[in-house]
């Protein structure tokens, strides 16, 4: 049985140990139970009134023994609301706490000139950057797109083109020539140009450029690191050398 869905209920691999057991059990005392999970006699009152508290396990006492039994699973529904009940009121919550905290951030426009970001939320963050900064017209660049991205995000990318599409931004790719699959369901986008660098060509990294900001980037696995540099000059350097392979670079 696949117990991921209860944990991420918040129950913890010895609470769910311990469902299972009474399920299968049905009403018992807790020797059965440390038997049947295989848990620490010490512990198995602890775990059970966690459960009881959370509405999963009940209990009635015979001849001074407390006898335990889970609760109807269909009650699972009811955790599952409460979470996304408190997981709306945190996001309410985060979404006054930013106003403020950019209230009090100190202006870095001048200070911050790069940043560093990993793994694949970190390819995430910076592709909400791109469609934050960029306005309707304006153009997201990118050079030498290696095929692995696409591969472990491509639902993402998805989503984060209908949106950009939506915005009204533009882009302009020269992907590896190993990604024309890929490739392909960009050029049927609107608002965006495709083309491929040479076959004998395959970049380990790539390149966007944005408005005053350049990133360079480099993916092995789920390793993936990202510079994030924010300069006038360079993201004009870099853009000059994009039109450059641009004109040489293959439809």
Not at 3 to 18: M, Q, R, S, V
Request: charged share 30%; glycine share 6%; net charge positive.
């Amino acid at each position: 049985m696949d117990t991921k869905p209860l944990e991420d209920l918040g129950l913890t691999k010895t609470e769910i140990k311990i469902y299972l057991a009474l399920l299968k059990l049905g009403q018992t005392t807790t020797t059965p139970i440390v038997k049947e999970a295989q848990i620490h006699a010490s512990k198995v009152y602890e775990f059970l009134q966690k459960l009881v508290h959370k509405g999963l396990v009940s209990y009635v006492i015979k001849s001074n023994k407390k006898y335990f039994t889970i609760t109807e699973p269909n009650y699972l529904k009811e955790l599952l609301k409460e979470k996304e009940i408190k997981l709306k009121k945190q996001k309410q919550d985060i979404l006054k706490l930013i106003p403020e905290l950019n209230r009090l951030r100190k202006n870095e426009s001048y200070e911050i000139k790069a940043g560093i970001y990993e793994g694949l939320s970190g390819i995430k963050f910076v592709y909400e950057k791109i469609i934050s900064t960029l306005s309707k017209g304006e153009i997201q660049y990118i050079i030498g797109a290696p095929r692995i991205i696409n591969e472990k995000i491509e639902g993402y990318l998805i989503d984060w083109h209908k949106r950009r599409i939506r915005k009204g931004v533009k882009c302009k790719y020269i992907y590896d020539s190993n990604v024309r699959d890929y490739g392909s369901v960009r050029e049927e986008m609107l608002n965006t140009e495709v083309r491929y660098l040479p076959k004998n060509i395959v970049s380990p990294i790539w390149i966007e450029i944005f408005k005053d900001h350049v990133i360079i980037g480099h993916m092995k696995e789920y390793n993936a690191i990202l510079f994030l540099i924010y300069d006038r000059d360079i993201a004009k350097g870099y853009l000059d050398y994009f039109n450059l392979i641009w004109k040489a670079s293959e439809k």
